[in-house]
């Protein structure tokens, strides 16, 4: 390709209404273009990095086994009714209605189609197992679209399925395709990690999601530095200290803390550490009245308290009810002396914990040197409420944790029998029996990753793609070519001779000021380039600087071609 | 790929509500299935043949210059609305409200878009020409969407928009594409003709559809054997005949033809050919009352009819004012002694008659021997007023019409500044002046030519694929794989043989009684047929059979090789 019959508009000037680094250089790139709010076109440029990451995604998916095959956009409103969705799904889902006023919906998924499709197609095991996937474009009527590709409206993505006679075939492809997402990343050139997911609501036995990392992500990711494990900080498991309860080493007493209702304002107030302090909430589960502790440096994680027995939907306490159970006010609450007998339920950090300081049940008081079994009993109830942290040990046993951010572009799903079950998609076994087909869904966010991919790999001169998600990976630019025929030639044979070796390689003839050239091609974010300029031929050299590179090099063909991965001739 | 691993559904059975051969095939081959009126999904094996088109449509494209890209499938309202479209497209667009209330439509063409994304991104005369194009889902609302994805709802279309400073240049990328499109179904392996289309009410400058060739195709084309001359029937040329009007022969004499009321029962009645007779129109024009005269046996074309000058906005009389112009009712009228002076327009054949036969303007009366100049006054107007027809001319001048049937697959178009004007896309020029710019829109339907195709090859077995376009070019078939492991081997290693050769080949290794397996390959219509069987192992041969031969024949390896087009290793 050469630049001067391709369609580039780079621009020098950020916008001002993209809040990501991701949305700025792809709007300065010239990569995308905004329609509507959250609705993008794919400029020229924008659209080669897309095919690049389609490809990768669609070559691993075979080899995966995955059959690939294209559903239909619209979907009529009876099969969403079938599996309850078309009310539940909300408002991201975009209805339509035709002009013979039948209901449809622009797919935002594809889970009732493909059910429906095999319940048609599927009668007998011996079809099974069969995973299928597609490339296509869906919509989620976000309500507040941003970050440009990132959370647009309409967007591509690969979405599969599979479908199991059982639940164990589930897990084998399940696993199968979780390989095959980790080749894509690793493909791509993105550092990624597969996260541990919640089940959660959805019920299945099984999910992960897979996050590229980028300091910008949106969600927080525990890794071990000494295994594979993984997990949203939100639902890794922080461990019970590993070293016993030490003995009670002061007597409790109450001390003055006239203004001080945080644990970080009282352990200011009485020079301690801050993880000496106890934090103390109020909540009304199912059975009443709960205290909840955990210590003052720890983040209290509401997931892992609504998974205590009781407080699958608890909710705050009012200052009557605490008032009416504690016989204080917030911010000086605690454990113990309470004004009636409540449940305390304590994080496993804090059941470790000897001569803590925690509030008094008295305005203005709280207490120190207080020790359980000898201050107030044991607690009802030891559990995980908190985040894991950084230097947490892993759960698995095996390394240390580590935090890093993450944007999530794929997950993984063990559906189980929820969809074929509401859709009644069966098949006979070998006993003529009809059984209720397990399903799996695995999903990639296409154009999502192109932006992550920024997100990960940019500098203050623009974007720097990892090597198969460059639109081009060798750019060859020439000083001049509108005067200097021999310069002009020798970089089109450079250019040629690239692309006959295989080289994804583009030619900038476009004839501007080399900085002006340099700059495009630096934020547009080719990992190589070559210059050809008249000194350079002169003294048999080109001009090769690596995108990550401080410094050009001046290298004869041989060594250029060494350079890029082609023998030389 | 191995068919045990793959989804292939066949059936015996013709849907019952498929009325055409390509919609029967493509359910019966389980290339499609529906989900909703004009809504198909695309199982593996029809998607393996639409990818097959889609690759070619996107390599000629770019053989001609044109850039890829991607804009949305969902357009917002305004942009139709700067165009007058939002009304004037009618029920076929799908509008649609999102969650603010705000209105949409899924795209069925992208002009709006387009020109939008030239007004934003090219200001300068040097940024021209540019020609992108995109391969994507379409949606247009049929009020009766039938034969498949002949006429589905949701279908793949290639479209391709092209920007220009002049009409000299629009017109020189118009014959690239032109060429580029020939190219295209040249490649598919499909019979096919560009035919010169009537730009009438979208007033561009030059127009032509592309139309595969088939018996069952909903438009006429008429088309030369002497040259490249090709036109739909409706608007291909009728040229005057040849030879002079001959000299009067008889006497002029009214005739009773008491039940006789067309040309037909006339020519019966009288023992004459209906080339002698003459068909009266009584219509109002502009300008009042007219008589259009045409031959007996030809078909009146309304379109040319509406190019006669005053005729634009022509309406059949009624009988009063018929009454009242000729003294007569419908049935026995004629351009002769009428009771008021009316204007006669005449085809160009029948101004070149004599001696001919043409209603009395007397209730159960007719004229025979009536002449030009003698009879009645020459014609007002002599015109082309009728469809060509086999045999006639070509237009052109060299040689003779045939008329063939065909199915439009694609359009291209000069637009002209029609589309830039009304949405103010310009660029300055090379003396800073700011031009509208000029353009050409370019469509291809790229899952219609997949039908297309089929209507033009299949018999009674099922499809019979132009090699290109085929799932698969060679089906290995195995004899009881199952049983006969050595036989199962040699299959598998002569598909792994062609595979590698860069043979597009399947392995049927499903394990079916033999009858069931041909049938199947039949009817899905591969080209090339190979099977391994414990017998042909023995003799050292392979049975080959070409699909559309009818007869099979023993080949060994290299004469197999050699057939299918690879040379022996």
């Known amino acids: 390709?050469?630049?001067?019959?391709?369609?580039?508009?780079?621009?020098?000037?950020?916008?001002?209404?993209?809040?990501?680094?991701?949305?700025?250089?792809?709007?300065?790139?010239?990569?995308?273009?905004?329609?509507?709010?959250?609705?993008?076109?794919?400029?020229?440029?924008?659209?080669?990095?897309?095919?690049?990451?389609?490809?990768?995604?669609?070559?691993?998916?075979?080899?995966?086994?995955?059959?690939?095959?294209?559903?239909?956009?619209?979907?009529?409103?009876?099969?969403?009714?079938?599996?309850?969705?078309?009310?539940?799904?909300?408002?991201?889902?975009?209805?339509?209605?035709?002009?013979?006023?039948?209901?449809?919906?622009?797919?935002?998924?594809?889970?009732?189609?493909?059910?429906?499709?095999?319940?048609?197609?599927?009668?007998?095991?011996?079809?099974?197992?069969?995973?299928?996937?597609?490339?296509?474009?869906?919509?989620?009527?976000?309500?507040?679209?941003?970050?440009?590709?990132?959370?647009a409206r309409e967007f591509l993505m690969k979405d599969a399925y599979s479908f199991h006679l059982d639940a164990q075939d589930l897990d084998r492809q399940y696993h199968e395709i979780y390989r095959a997402y980790e080749r894509i990343f690793t493909r791509l050139g993105l550092r990624f990690r597969a996260v541990f997911a919640d089940t959660g609501a959805i019920g299945g036995s099984a999910s992960h999601e897979f996050h590229v990392l980028a300091d910008s992500g949106e969600d927080a990711i525990a890794w071990s530095d000494g295994s594979a494990y993984a997990a949203n900080v939100e639902l890794a498991e922080a461990l019970a200290p590993a070293a016993p309860r030490p003995a009670p080493a002061e007597a409790m007493r109450e001390v003055e803390t006239p203004t001080q209702k945080t644990c970080e304002d009282v352990a200011a107030l009485l020079d301690i550490p801050l993880a000496r302090t106890v934090r103390t909430l109020a909540l009304v589960g199912a059975d009443g009245f709960v205290v909840a502790l955990a210590r003052g440096d720890h983040a209290v994680n509401t997931i892992k308290l609504a998974k205590v027995a009781g407080l699958a939907e608890y909710r705050m306490a009012t200052e009557a009810e605490i008032a009416a159970h504690l016989g204080s006010e917030p911010g000086f609450l605690g454990p113990v002396g309470p004004k009636a007998a409540v449940r305390v339920v304590a994080d496993r950090a804090v059941a470790a914990m000897a001569d803590f300081v925690v509030g008094a049940n008295r305005p203005g008081y709280h207490l120190t040197g207080v020790n359980w079994g000898r201050d107030l009993p044991e607690p009802d109830v030891v559990a995980d409420l908190r985040n894991a942290e950084a230097g947490d040990p892993s759960p698995d046993g095996r390394g240390t944790l580590a935090i890093a951010r993450g944007i999530e572009v794929g997950?993984?799903?063990?559906?189980?029998?929820?969809?074929?079950?509401?859709?009644?998609?069966?098949?006979?076994?070998?006993?003529?029996?009809?059984?209720?087909?397990?399903?799996?869904?695995?999903?990639?966010?296409?154009?999502?990753?192109?932006?992550?991919?920024?997100?990960?790999?940019?500098?203050?001169?623009?974007?720097?793609?990892?090597?198969?998600?460059?639109?081009?990976?060798?750019?060859?630019?020439?000083?001049?070519?509108?005067?200097?025929?021999?310069?002009?030639?020798?970089?089109?044979?450079?250019?040629?001779?690239?692309?006959?070796?295989?080289?994804?390689?583009?030619?900038?003839?476009?004839?501007?000021?080399?900085?002006?050239?340099?700059?495009?091609?630096?934020?547009?974010?080719?990992?190589?380039?070559?210059?050809v300029s008249a000194r350079g031929l002169e003294a048999g050299t080109f001009e090769y600087r690596s995108r990550t590179a401080a410094e050009s090099e001046a290298l004869d063909r041989d060594a250029l071609l060494a350079r890029l991965g082609i023998g030389a001739a």
């Open 1 to 151: 390709m050469r630049l001067s019959q391709f369609h580039l508009s780079t621009s020098k000037e950020t916008p001002a209404d993209a809040e990501v680094v991701s949305h700025q250089l792809m709007l300065r790139a010239g990569m995308i273009r905004k329609l509507a709010a959250g609705i993008y076109t794919w400029t020229p440029l924008g659209l080669r990095v897309l095919r690049k990451v389609e490809t990768a995604v669609r070559e691993e998916m075979q080899a995966a086994g995955a059959i690939e095959m294209l559903m239909p956009s619209v979907q009529p409103k009876e099969l969403w009714e079938e599996t309850g969705r078309w009310e539940k799904f909300g408002g991201q889902l975009l209805k339509i209605k035709d002009r013979k006023d039948a209901w449809y919906a622009y797919g935002p998924t594809h889970e009732e189609v493909v059910t429906d499709f095999a319940r048609n197609e599927l009668s007998s095991y011996r079809q099974l197992p069969l995973t299928v996937f597609q490339i296509q474009t869906k919509f989620r009527d976000e309500i507040r679209p941003r970050f440009g590709v990132m959370r």
């Open 411 to 531: 997950h993984v799903f063990q559906l189980g029998p929820k969809y074929a079950e509401a859709m009644g998609a069966t098949v006979l076994d070998e006993q003529g029996k009809a059984r209720v087909m397990h399903m799996g869904c695995y999903g990639i966010g296409v154009s999502r990753i192109v932006a992550a991919a920024i997100e990960q790999n940019s500098d203050a001169a623009g974007i720097v793609w990892p090597e198969p998600m460059a639109p081009w990976r060798v750019a060859v630019c020439v000083i001049n070519p509108k005067n200097d025929p021999a310069v002009a030639e020798a970089a089109a044979a450079l250019h040629a001779e690239l692309s006959a070796a295989g080289v994804d390689s583009v030619l900038d003839d476009r004839g501007l000021r080399p900085g002006q050239m340099f700059a495009d091609i630096e934020l547009i974010g080719i990992p190589h380039r070559v210059v």
